[in-house]
């Protein structure tokens, strides 16, 4: 087991902040909820102790397992982005392979369950103390006394609240992870039946953020209807780039965007979602947290 863990622990990753920094590495935040707005460093945002460090439930010692897997999903999808934000800037993306477009994929299904708020978000209706007895059912040897108790009665024992959290701190990082069979499966799913759209900004008026609910959802109008509309979920990659998660059924591959209210309607659907936006303008921050 190993116990060498990072000093931060970030949910939105390096990879997609360093696009989003200034030349100093410095990004602008705001706050949802109070319209404050600061600058601060790229290595400082969007972090969390500990959010994916495993713990024992014998000794309570840390494990990095979950973190790694992050790593090596990050990793995986870094180089590709890294081109298609280059590419897409001089108004072409060349062929992305299929270990490549896996690679996002991955990423972006990761991204989607990693940071707290989706993961609120996903558990909205989730009952802790229900979760956190399915979970200690399947510790070896613990429920072996207690297995007849009710859940109010279990919490009532001596050391099962701290447990009940320790319990579900790992339960909401395997999630993070997606170390899970059930949900390996349903990350298969997504990318079998999905593919990735980019969208360039051309208008030097206005330009994207990033929230701290990492992935972007909003509502957009069918083509059939000017009535009904539908889900789509798009991530920021850069102040300029984004990339759209579709249907297969869907062929174009690359959108110039020239909307300032296209663009407007994109950033507040991230602030949303999220208690925390950052980028590049301290003015897009400011008018989008002073609303």
């Known amino acids: 087991m190993s116990t060498k863990l990072p000093e931060k622990q970030h949910y939105i990753p390096q990879m997609i902040l360093k696009h989003f920094a200034d030349d100093r590495d410095l990004l602008?935040?705001?706050?949802?909820?109070?319209?404050?707005?600061?600058?601060q460093g790229r290595h400082k945002t969007f972090v969390q102790k500990n959010l994916y460090t495993r713990y024992s439930y014998e000794d309570g010692s840390p494990d990095a397992e979950y973190e790694r897997r992050l790593s090596d999903i990050e990793s995986e999808a870094s180089r590709?982005?890294?081109?298609?934000?280059?590419?897409?800037?001089?108004?072409?993306?060349?062929?992305?392979?299929?270990?490549?477009?896996?690679?996002?994929?991955?990423?972006v299904f990761s991204l989607a369950r990693r940071t707290p708020e989706s993961q609120r978000r996903v558990s909205g209706n989730q009952d802790d103390k229900e979760v956190f007895f399915?979970?200690?059912a399947t510790l070896p040897g613990y429920m072996e006394n207690v297995g007849a108790l009710d859940e109010d009665s279990l919490f009532d024992i001596d050391?099962?609240?701290?447990?009940?959290?320790?319990?579900?701190?790992?339960?909401?990082?395997?999630f993070a992870a997606d170390s899970r069979s059930?949900?390996?499966?349903?990350?298969?799913?997504?990318?079998?039946?999905?593919?990735?759209?980019f969208g360039l900004l051309e208008t030097s008026d206005h330009e994207l953020v990033i929230g701290s609910h990492g992935i972007t959802i909003t509502r957009v109008l069918t083509p059939s209807s000017s009535h009904s509309t539908v889900s789509e979920t798009l991530l920021p990659i850069a102040p300029d780039v984004i990339v759209r998660i579709a249907s297969l059924a869907q062929d174009d591959s690359l959108r110039i965007i020239t909307s300032g209210r296209t663009i407007e309607r994109i950033n507040r659907s991230t602030l949303r979602l999220s208690?925390?936006?950052?980028?590049?303008?301290?003015?897009?921050?400011?008018?989008?947290?002073?609303a």
């Open 28 to 39: 602008w935040v705001g706050h949802r909820d109070t319209g404050h707005v600061f600058c």
């Open 80 to 107: 590709v982005l890294d081109r298609i934000v280059d590419e897409v800037r001089n108004h072409c993306v060349q062929n992305v392979g299929e270990q490549e477009r896996l690679a996002v994929q991955r990423f």
């Open 134 to 136: 399915q979970a200690a």
């Open 159 to 174: 050391g099962v609240p701290a447990l009940a959290k320790k319990v579900l701190h790992n339960v909401n990082a395997d």
């Open 182 to 197: 059930d949900l390996r499966l349903q990350e298969q799913q997504f990318c079998a039946g999905t593919k990735l759209l």
């Open 275 to 290: 208690e925390w936006i950052a980028g590049r303008s301290r003015s897009v921050i400011s008018s989008l947290v002073a």
